[in-house]
């Protein structure tokens, strides 16, 4: 019996513990993709080259192409092997799986085995910032 009565007050604890801190999955998945959003548009600033026909910033909240690739409008001021050309689309979903793209984010290393292409940063972010990211990406629409 007193097995009994401890259980049924433990499971109260629980539920009043709930109560108190509403936080939902729903709640966690929503301030990852918030995080994610102040990184890629804030910090990363990722839309500089992943946008089509940005040059240097402009145009940049023009969000018909956000995120979506194309030609790098960046050029070096000097010579760089391997520079790219072109940027993948990362809006909605990023090359390579899951995985691969926060392994790229958090180690620099791509899902080929190799650094980036020029003038793709090696940014070594955390795991939380790298999935938040990832997050965001996923979260675009059309």
């Known amino acids: 019996m007193k097995t009994l009565a401890r259980t049924s007050i433990a499971l109260f604890a629980l539920f009043a513990l709930a ?18 959003k102040y990184i890629v548009e804030h910090v990363a600033k990722c839309g500089r080259c992943h946008t089509p026909g940005n040059t240097a910033g402009e ?18 001021t000097y010579p760089v092997t391997n520079w790219a050309l072109v940027t993948p689309r990362i809006a909605r979903r990023p090359p390579g799986s899951d995985s691969e ?17 020029p003038p793709m940063p090696n940014f070594g972010m955390t795991r939380v910032d790298a999935e938040s990211v990832l997050a965001y990406l996923k979260s675009l629409t059309p």
């Open 19 to 36: 109560q108190t801190h509403p936080a939902s999955a729903q709640d966690n998945a929503k301030a990852s993709v918030d995080r994610g």
């Open 59 to 76: 145009d940049e909240h023009d969000r018909r192409n956000w995120l979506m690739g194309g030609p790098l409008q960046i050029q070096p």
């Open 101 to 117: 793209f926060v392994r790229l984010l958090t180690t620099g290393i791509s899902r080929t085995g190799e650094p980036p292409r």
